[in-house]
Structure formats: structure tokens, C-alpha cells
């Protein structure tokens, strides 16, 4: 069954460091996709994270989270991986990757869920003291 795995959630104290990694599996390559992270608190809408697109190599990444987080692309693995540096306790969230086929608007695709192929089941990041 083509799908996305996700792995890395954990509990930090702010200021420190997770990497998130997205894998297909069940026969669906990444090659062609765009790869979005979204995330979701208690009470709040899905927001978008960042975005890499595999059509132009572009990344786009929401301001919220700029300068701290990292999106990258493991080809031979078929895995991408969400770096998350200097945490903040306003980051805690479920964390859910997405892939979508064809268009390679990593902008327009970071402000558009509704748009993806595929989700990932989620992983919990909590960040507290």
C-alpha cells in the first residue's frame, strides 16, 4: 500500500533539536512530488510548515518557523526530513507530512492541503520545560 511513515516526534525542552523524517513506502517514490509539513495544535487550524518541491529543488518555509527549521531530501532513501532547530514551546504539535504529484508550486502547496495525494499518520512533537 503506497503510503507515508513518519518517525522522530518526541518531548524536548525548548531551545533544543528534532529531526522529523517522512518515508514513502509501498511502491510511492518521492521523485516528482512535492513534500509539505504541516501541523496541527489543540484547538488550532492545520498550518503549513515548509514545503520542498522535487520540480524546481525550491523549499518554501512559513515565517513562523524561518531561520529555524530545515527541510531536506534523502534521494536514495526516499525519505525527507524536517530539521527543527532552537524548539519553542508554541511549536508543539502534531506534525504530518504530505506529498503531492505534478504541480511543484511549493508555495501555493504549503497554503493548500486539500491539495496533497498522500498523508502521513502523524507525529507528535511536545516542547515544554
Known amino acids: 500500500q503506497a503510503q507515508l511513515v513518519e518517525s522522530g516526534g518526541g518531548s524536548v525542552q525548548p531551545g533544543e533539536s528534532l529531526t522529523l523524517s517522512c518515508a514513502g513506502s509501498?511502491?510511492?517514490?518521492?521523485?516528482?512530488?512535492?513534500v509539505g509539513w504541516f501541523r496541527q495544535a489543540p484547538v488550532k487550524e492545520r498550518e503549513g510548515v515548509s514545503c520542498?518541491?522535487?520540480?524546481?529543488?525550491?523549499?518554501y518555509t512559513a515565517n513562523s518557523v524561518k531561520c529555524r527549521f530545515t527541510m531536506s531530501i534523502d534521494n536514495a532513501k526516499n525519505t525527507v526530513h524536517l530539521q527543527m532547530n532552537s524548539l519553542k514551546p508554541e511549536d508543539t504539535a502534531v506534525y504530518y507530512c504530505?506529498?503531492?504529484?505534478?504541480?511543484?508550486?511549493?508555495?501555493?502547496?504549503?497554503?493548500?492541503?486539500?491539495?496533497?495525494?498522500?498523508w502521513g499518520q502523524g507525529t507528535q512533537v511536545t516542547v515544554s520545560s
Open positions: 509501498g511502491g510511492l517514490n518521492l521523485d516528482g512530488y512535492a
Open positions: 504530505a506529498a503531492e504529484y505534478g504541480s511543484g508550486n511549493a508555495e501555493f502547496l504549503l497554503r493548500s492541503p486539500i491539495a496533497y495525494d498522500y
Open positions: 520542498l518541491s522535487s520540480i524546481d529543488s525550491v523549499t
